[in-house]
């Protein structure tokens, strides 16, 4: 994966908001902001109440993704462009999630909403349908999902990527400023686990900064491109955003999303944990 | 929705009100407006709150007062907006409880 596959400026969606086979998709973290206005012809799908099982704490099965793209009107063959608010963290949630159950072709706009949002590009509020589909998914690809075992048994071992903020990592905070702390899990992060805060590889404005600033910024913190990689967050949006400037950006192999993520980490009795802005020892 | 009244002398936010079980006891909230060179609030600006090194924390769009909230730690932060309006910045010093900031952006 690259660039030139992964990602869509917001010139080249402009010009192809009706393009045949493209599926404009908007995911926020703010459900509301869709309804606020949208890009033209754009569906949404709502991280919480679509992406995730209702019941257990999971995301959707191979069936209840095949059934929510059906119903949307999602084809197997249709370009998928996904965007969203806060920097496109649950856009590029989603686009783990379509790469996860085998979709051929899916991109991320570049900037999201955000940039869209300040280069005053046009959003309406038009009511979207589209016919529904027979959407075939895949198996899940568990080559880029990790559970908590593979988790513990990385520390030390494998490139472990911390992409909260240095607060959170620290143990200073327990989630992103933007949402209440008080929480069930204890603070810190996985002992080994190196701080790249996602933030670090996008711009101001919400795009993603250039492939070499990317590979710099990563060689700096000490990657080691030879080892497997996982990478987490809190509850593992942050960690895809990551997730997908190591695969599809920047071509690493091996390079998985730990959704579970602190909220599970946290949470489990008896793991390391390491406070402070050191990585620590295994 | 009722406008926001100038910096400094702004009653009691009503209409963003924090969600129900917040203890402020333990929560250090940083709230506020942006407002353009005019004295405008601003909605749909993106305000960042970026730590005592520069590094970003978290994100918000301002709501349709221009209103914005985060819940952060005491100590020493910045407050950065964006907007089609301009651009801008303020340190803010907050602890425990409610710290309050007016934000201006201008071209």
Sequence with gaps: ?282 | MTAPTAAGCAAPDQAAPLPAGIDLEKETVITGVVHSGQGEAVPGAYVRLLDSTGEFTAEVVTSPAGQFRFFAAPGTWTLRALSRHGNGDVAVTAGRGITEVTLTVAD
Aim: hydrophobic share 35%.
């Design chain 1, 1 to 282: 994966m690259s660039r030139d596959t992964a990602l869509v400026s917001a010139d080249w969606a402009e010009k192809n908001l009706d393009a045949p086979g493209v599926v404009f998709v908007e995911v926020d973290e703010d459900t509301s902001a869709y309804d606020t206005g949208h890009i033209a012809g754009a569906i949404k799908l709502d991280w919480k109440t679509d992406l995730q099982d209702p019941i257990r704490r999971d995301f959707v099965n191979k069936s209840q993704f095949e059934a929510l793209l059906s119903e949307r009107g999602i084809s197997n063959d249709d370009t998928v462009i996904l965007y969203g608010g806060n920097n496109n963290w649950f856009a590029a949630y989603a686009y783990w999630y379509f790469k996860l159950y085998g979709h051929g072709d899916v991109k991320l706009l570049d900037g999201g909403r955000k940039k869209w949002e300040l280069d005053a590009r046009p959003l309406v509020k038009d009511a979207v349908t589209r016919p529904a589909t027979q959407y075939v998914a895949s198996e899940p690809d568990n080559s880029i999902r990790a559970f908590r075992d593979e988790v513990v048994a990385a520390i030390g071992t494998k490139n472990l990527v911390d992409v909260r903020s240095p607060d959170e990592y620290a143990g200073r905070l327990l989630a992103p400023a933007h949402l209440p702390q008080e929480q069930a899990q204890r603070g810190g992060h996985i002992p080994t686990a190196i701080s790249v805060p996602w933030s670090k590889a996008a711009n101001e404005d919400g795009t993603f900064k250039s492939d070499d600033e990317l590979r710099k910024l990563y060689g700096e913190a000490g990657l080691d491109d030879g080892k497997e990689t996982i990478a987490y967050c809190r509850i593992g949006e942050r960690s895809s955003h990551s997730w997908f400037v190591l695969q599809e950006l920047l071509g690493h192999r091996n390079v998985k999303n730990y959704d579970g993520s602190w909220t599970e980490y946290g949470s489990l009795i008896g793991v390391p944990i390491a406070l402070g802005d050191e990585p620590g020892e295994a």
